[in-house]
């Protein structure tokens, strides 16, 4: 019976996050439908061909790496419409679903990763995601992922001797293939240090397993550093896009959503032509001297990028009114309950401090990040698996007492 529970279970979870996936893909169209989609296939397509890392704008360091290489990647081997990438994210989705299952179980034991991985298979938001051709999907698996090589880590600073070391490399190697991938990760490992170091028995230990986790990270990503040093003589550890992504969330075109199509680049400019890396630094600070000269219209907005964040309903406008009663109701009936479960969660597993303390900075760094860049649902999916397992935690503590509960109502009723 154990293991059929251990076994059988996760696996009925992955088929079934498969299917739900696979499902859904089938319904859609094989075209490129976003703009951040057309530069990573445009990316892709000339890295296939032989033409570099270069976007269809002429564009080289514009792009993480990490997504156009996994879309040359499928193209080579023939996986080259959208519907093949879409099938390929599919069983990185399904996956996704099994490590979220390990990393509830690790923390929080078997129940806890059986709900979660079972909410995460009829996740809508994670199955709607499968069917772009964006990083989200894979950005996910890779980000639960760095959380379970955490988790390893961890156990490995209470064990004697220094083997922890050889794990926090390959952590960090993890890590830097993460930011490699989505650039807006390059601050985490600060950001996570002093939850780190709360959650660690040996602060010694701790602290010097996180800073061989950052050298490591260092080296991973210092091929790309070095190859666009090359070509723009700057050192350059994730893209050119900073400046303008800052621009666009802070600048009087700002709306605290997605600008980039409302900015006319070049009158911004002056009409002025510029290379990648003048262009990033002009944007970056047009965006920083708005800011210093803004300062209220930067926290109304700033509060108005974290409400489009946690929205309850998408942001994004449907084409059609079916679809965006659709997405609405998607929304309403599975992220609400999953939010109101996690605050239960927090609550009542705030003793469990080592698991939150894991759970919780990915959550309140993305959070943090998306007040000063654009707020979207969008960038809210690579934290929804950490509140997803909180939110199990709370459903199985919450089954627990119930249980416990019929339990002394049977015992008195039966003495």
């Not at 660690?200 to 190859?227: D, F, N, Q």
């Not at 210093?292 to 084409?319: C, D, I, L, S, T």
């Amino acid at each position: 019976m154990q293991w059929n529970r251990r076994c059988l279970i996760p696996i009925a979870i992955v088929f079934v996050a498969l299917a739900a996936r696979c499902a859904y893909v089938a319904t859609r169209s094989n075209d490129i439908a976003w703009a951040d989609a057309t530069d990573y296939h445009s990316i892709a397509r000339n890295l296939v061909d032989g033409k570099g890392f270069v976007s269809w704008e002429g564009k080289r360091v514009s792009r993480a790496p990490g997504y156009p290489i996994f879309l040359a990647g499928c193209y080579a081997v023939g996986l080259d419409t959208p519907r093949a990438i879409h099938a390929v994210q599919c069983i990185v989705g399904a996956a996704t679903c099994l490590l979220i299952l390990l990393l509830g179980r690790r923390l929080y034991g078997e129940t806890v990763g059986l709900i979660a991985g079972a909410i995460s298979a009829v996740y809508p938001f994670f199955i709607y995601y499968t069917g772009t051709v964006l990083s989200e999907i894979l950005f996910v698996a890779g980000f639960v992922g760095l959380l379970l090589c955490l988790v390893h880590l961890g156990r490995m600073l209470d064990k004697p001797g220094s083997k922890y070391l050889w794990s926090a490399v390959g952590t960090g190697a993890v890590a830097g293939l993460l930011i490699l991938l989505r650039s807006s990760l390059l601050l985490f490992p600060f950001f996570l240090l002093p939850f780190w170091l709360m959650r660690a028995e040996s602060r010694k230990k701790a602290t010097l397993s996180w800073i061989v986790m950052t050298a490591a990270i260092g080296v991973t990503l210092l091929p790309w550093v070095i190859r666009n040093y090359r070509l723009v003589h700057k050192i350059v550890p994730t893209t050119l896009q900073v400046g303008p992504s800052l621009y666009e969330a802070n600048s009087r075109f700002a709306t605290g959503g997605p600008a980039m199509d409302r900015i006319d680049w070049v009158e911004v400019r002056g009409g002025t032509m510029m290379s990648e890396v003048e262009n990033n630094t002009f944007f970056r600070d047009a965006a920083m001297r708005y800011i210093r000269e803004n300062p209220g219209r930067f926290m109304v907005m700033a509060f108005e990028k974290a409400r489009r964040f946690w929205n309850v309903v998408p942001n994004y406008a449907a084409p059609n009114p079916k679809s965006r009663i659709l997405y609405a109701a998607a929304s309403l009936l599975t992220y609400v309950p999953v939010m109101l479960c996690a605050f239960l969660g927090l609550w009542l597993r705030r003793e469990q401090a080592k698991a939150l303390l894991l759970l919780l900075p990915p959550v309140l760094y993305f959070a943090a990040l998306h007040m000063i860049f654009v707020g979207s649902t969008r960038y809210r999916t690579p934290i929804m698996p950490f509140i997803i397992l909180i939110a199990a935690a709370g459903i199985e503590t919450i089954r627990e007492r119930i249980r416990s509960r019929r339990r002394v109502g049977e015992t008195v009723s039966h003495g």
